[in-house]
């Protein structure tokens, strides 16, 4: 099961780059690998029916006991299949529904084959956690496809309501999980389900998960997302909003009902939001003339509806249920793939402007009532089926409460509450039809194009599965009642039939029918009375309210607390780690126990670096105070060269010398002194304040280390480093092996801070401004002269620079010691598992190889030696280390796990390798980019403002 959702996220990747190299019948090749696993599925389903379920188990975190578990029972399967085939058929359907010139399409079949990953990880997950993860993941992915086009004020806030309502509801979530489990002592869902806690806590937990469940299926009052959300292309409608995001909810609620129906408050929540729902959704369905809100709305009903009748807790509504959410996922979903088709063919969704496209489209429109009939309820179809066993079941409930306790009062007025619920269904199912393919008079003749046929079959397959479906009771009883037989046994034992004889389910289904019939033939009077009693209060406009209440609050707030004064903001950050953490510092003060140095080279070393620390503070020329500043830094690592710690060392002048010259090429666009106004007396203020945390960090240091009562852990690091890692090298095993996580988070914040500089400063595409020196086009009556043998430049780019910026000697060095350093970077990255080096020494050591290119012969220069967008080398960085992390798995082994690789180089020796150095070469992927991002963020494009401002400077004076 790993195998396949990796598979469908693989694909995520792939599908990019297969739509912009074949246009949008790419698609189709995608859709191929959901295939597959659509037939996998299938095929385990015998076994999976019988009562053996597939179980695959993966250690993740073994030391908190997290696994990647996946189970497929009935349940599993059922919506494996859903997600699945309904994912191939709108695959194939966008390969009609969007065209060629239309942007953003490649970038949307990534998120929609990401989307359909997740869901299917979210669906076979056999542990709580991890099923939060992909729970979430569908939350991410469903924002990006509502927000498909940025350009659309409608698309953006609708994803934003969106993300923000179901990241909500799946915070609160998390804390349910997090309580569940812990109760019972595991996450496995298999093993909670089997043996259920009890308890407070386990209620308050699983209301907690109730709550993440209702907002993410859009019950009350979280519904007002779902019809915002249509601001989405249809294939996102059809796909999300109707056989997968939003069953998500309705999932949970079926996978937990079996442990927990008869936890306190479960179906009083469920039952009362689910007719609350159903009915609201219905009313407002019936307000509609656009039809993809009247699905919308429609579909808001048969979540209250799908919640309600999977949320009684009996194995009669836990049958009918699973076949209502089969029955939900087939016609929902043809329905909106059927206005997909009548919006791109007409260039409308208004049921107003629609007339005649029954004659028109007679293939669409037949497939499009049965899906109607099916979802209004209507023999054979399996609609009918599911809703006839609904109806079987609540009945059961009422007359003898099957276990529920509900008999009497509370069973009929759910009952009321449903046959009300399923008259709105009938009547704005009949809206649907009549409005899409009846014909009528309308103010403007419509403009038809007949789609193709390719563009039509998703939704007649899906219309046909809904018909043979409801033909195919007994197979279906079979399927389905495998998971329903974990409930206890019902007052009878319910099937799925198209008849179930003459009886009062029989007869509301026709008074449903009937009345639902009614209320559409009478829809011009429900219109007035609609319009008469409609209001202006809603759940959304309250959302929206609170929006710009904290929008509001956090304004006034940020304008209280955030002055504009980075001093002051240093300042308070600093007393409070003086005055909080500082004061403890008095009780320990008595143990003290100070060795003043190991060598006196350490103490003249400490003189200097407190020297150049007060000449820092003192000084009021920003370069003297960078130059001192690195004079502490280069101190540092003669510090860490004398107590023996070279790889240390060797980094910290690294890091110290990029520093400087960074701080150098910044302070270009800066005035030559920190202020010209006279010195006041804050100054004082200031240097109390840095007096005092030198002190308060000195302490630390000192009673940190008196405290000291076992020995230190790193005695045994050395031995450690070597049975462990495979290396010699203490500090790069700890980075790259056994902290590797810790690594990999840190240079994932290093890529994401990046890329918000780059936004910052970057008004184009980052890669957009690189450029060579033959792409510098020569001014008019120019003419090149080709270089005569001998007289090649030493270096390209310096040939942009003016004679008086040049200096030969200074080319030459560069030339020769680059392509040195270069290799000194390559055999720092290869060492550093057993000396000094590693990744990021080696990545600095480029860097600073960029650097000298930069400063010899200028930007043109740095694009000719690294003519390469840093952005696409941090990606590849983080990619490397993340594929470096997970690569083990595909051997047996765990994530970040090494193995160690001895290598043997002919008459050079042995090389000795270790895997991680491949999670090290996305560490120095992502540290060259950095450094090129600020080379030309703070080199290249400083260079260019000045050059642009003498120009016209110059052009001013003349």
């Avoid at 015998?46 to 188990?57: Q, R």
């Avoid at 519904?223 to 999932?251: E, Q, R």
């Avoid at 399996?382 to 066993?389: N, T």
Wanted: hydrophobic residues 55%.
């Amino acid at each position: 099961m790993l195998v396949l959702i990796a598979a469908v996220l693989a694909a995520a990747v792939l599908s990019p780059w297969v739509l912009l190299r074949v246009g949008r019948r790419g698609f189709l090749p995608v859709a191929l690998v959901p295939l597959a696993g659509t037939a996998w599925v299938a095929a385990q389903g015998p076994d999976v029916v019988d009562g053996d379920p597939l179980v695959e188990v993966h250690r993740w975190v073994p030391s908190i006991d997290m696994e990647l578990a996946f189970a497929m029972g009935p349940l599993q399967w059922v919506m494996a299949l859903i997600v699945l085939g309904i994912g191939v058929l709108v695959l194939g359907y966008c390969a009609w529904y969007f065209s060629d010139d239309e942007a953003g399409v490649p970038r949307f079949a990534g998120v929609l084959v990401a989307f359909m990953g997740s869901m299917l990880g979210l669906v076979l997950a056999d542990d709580l956690l991890v099923l939060y993860v992909f729970w979430e993941l569908t939350t991410v992915f469903s924002f990006l496809l509502i927000g498909h086009d940025p350009g659309r004020r409608a698309s953006r806030r609708a994803a934003v309501q969106a993300l923000v309502v179901t990241t909500l509801g799946g915070l609160v979530l998390l804390v349910g999980v997090l309580v569940v489990g812990d109760q019972a002592g595991t996450y496995r869902i298999s093993e909670i389900l089997a043996d259920p806690p009890t308890g407070t806590a386990v209620t308050v937990g699983v209301h907690l998960m109730l709550v993440g469940a209702l907002s993410k299926s859009a019950l009350l009052p979280f519904h007002f997302w779902l019809p915002s959300a249509m601001a989405a292309p249809t294939p996102v409608s059809a796909y999300l909003h109707a056989a997968s995001m939003v069953k998500a909810g309705v999932y949970l609620v079926a996978l937990l009902a079996p442990a927990f129906a008869g936890v306190p408050g479960w179906r009083a929540v469920l039952l009362t939001l689910g007719v609350a729902t159903m009915v609201l959704g219905g009313v407002r369905a019936l307000r509609q003339h656009d039809l993809k809100l009247l699905l919308a709305y429609g579909t808001v009903s048969q979540l209250g509806f799908l919640v309600l009748v999977l949320g009684v807790g009996t194995r009669s509504a836990m049958l009918a249920g699973l076949a209502l959410l089969v029955a939900h996922a087939l016609f929902k979903a043809t329905l909106f793939l059927t206005v997909g088709v009548i919006d791109h063919s007409t260039g409308t969704r208004d049921l107003r402007r629609l007339t005649g496209l029954g004659r028109r489209m007679p293939v669409l429109a037949v497939a499009a009532t049965l899906a109607a009939a099916s979802m209004a309820g209507l023999p054979p179809l399996l609609g009918y089926v599911a809703k006839e066993s609904v109806l079987v079941a609540l009945l059961d409930v009422a007359r003898e409460g099957d276990g529920t306790g509900l008999a009497g009062l509370g069973g009929w007025l759910l009952v009321a509450g449903v046959v009300l619920g399923s008259v709105l269904t009938a009547a704005y199912s009949a809206r649907f039809v009549w409005g899409a393919f009846a014909g009528r008079d309308v103010a403007e003749p419509l403009s038809v194009h007949r789609p193709a046929p390719a563009f039509v079959a998703a939704p007649v397959v899906l219309a046909a599965l809904s018909m043979v479906l409801g033909l195919t009771g007994g197979p279906l009883t079979r399927v389905l009642g495998a998971h329903a037989d974990t409930l206890p046994p019902g007052v009878h034992h319910a099937e799925l039939t198209l008849w179930h004889g003459v009886g009062l389910p029989l007869l509301l289904t026709a008074t449903t029918l009937g009345v639902g019939a009614l209320l559409f033939l009478l829809r011009e009077p429900v219109s007035r009375l609609q319009t008469r009693l409609a209001h202006d209060w809603s759940l959304e406009r309250s959302y929206r309210a609170g929006m710009r209440l904290l929008d509001r609050v956090a304004v006034e707030v940020t304008g209280v607390v955030q002055r504009g004064s980075a001093a002051a903001y240093l300042g308070v950050i600093l007393l409070v780690v003086v005055l909080l953490p500082g004061a403890t510092l008095l009780d320990g003060r008595h143990d003290l126990r100070v060795q003043a140095w190991d060598t006196p080279v350490q103490a003249v070393v400490g003189v200097v670096i407190a020297i150049a620390a007060v000449m820092t503070a003192r000084s009021r020329r920003r370069i003297r105070a960078v130059l001192l500043v690195g004079v502490t830094g280069y101190g540092t690592a003669l510090l860490f060269v004398v107590h023996g710690a070279p790889d240390l060392a060797l980094t910290q002048v690294l890091v110290e010398t990029l520093t400087v010259v960074v701080f150098v090429l910044a302070l270009r666009r800066l005035p030559e002194y920190f202020t010209d106004r006279p010195l006041s007396r804050q100054r004082y203020v200031r240097a109390a304040i840095g007096l005092a945390v030198g002190v308060v960090t000195a302490g630390f240091l000192l009673v940190a280390g008196a405290a000291r009562t076992a020995d230190p852990v790193s005695l045994a690091l050395p031995k450690e480093a070597l049975d462990y890692g495979g290396g010699g090298n203490i500090v790069n095993v700890i980075l790259v092996d056994t902290r590797a996580w810790d690594t990999l988070g840190e240079i994932a914040v290093l890529v994401a801070a990046a890329t918000g500089v780059a936004s910052l400063v970057f008004v184009h595409a980052r890669g957009a401004d690189i450029r060579r020196v033959h792409d510098i086009p020569y001014p008019a009556g120019v003419q090149k002269i080709a270089t005569r043998p001998g007289r090649r430049a030493w270096l390209p780019g310096s040939r942009t620079l003016s004679p008086d910026k040049r200096s030969i000697i200074f080319e030459v060095i560069v030339r020769l010691v680059f392509h040195t350093l270069v290799v000194i970077s390559i055999y720092l990255l290869l060492a550093g598992h057993n000396a000094p080096g590693g990744g990021f020494a080696a990545g600095m050591t480029t860097g600073l190889a960029l650097v000298v290119r930069y400063l010899a012969g200028g930007r043109y220069e740095l694009d000719e030696a690294a003519p390469v967008d840093a952005g696409r080398l941090i990606g590849s960085g983080l990619a490397i280390a993340a594929l470096a992390a997970l690569l083990p798995m595909a051997f047996g082994g765990e994530v970040l796990q090494s193995a160690v690789v001895d290598v043997p180089l002919l008459f050079l020796g042995e090389l000795h390798l270790v895997t991680s150095v491949l999670f090290d070469v996305g560490v120095y992927l992502v540290v060259v980019g950095l450094v090129l991002d600020l080379l030309r963020a703070l080199g290249s494009h400083i260079d260019r403002d000045i050059q642009r401002a003498r120009r016209r400077a110059e052009a001013q004076a003349t």
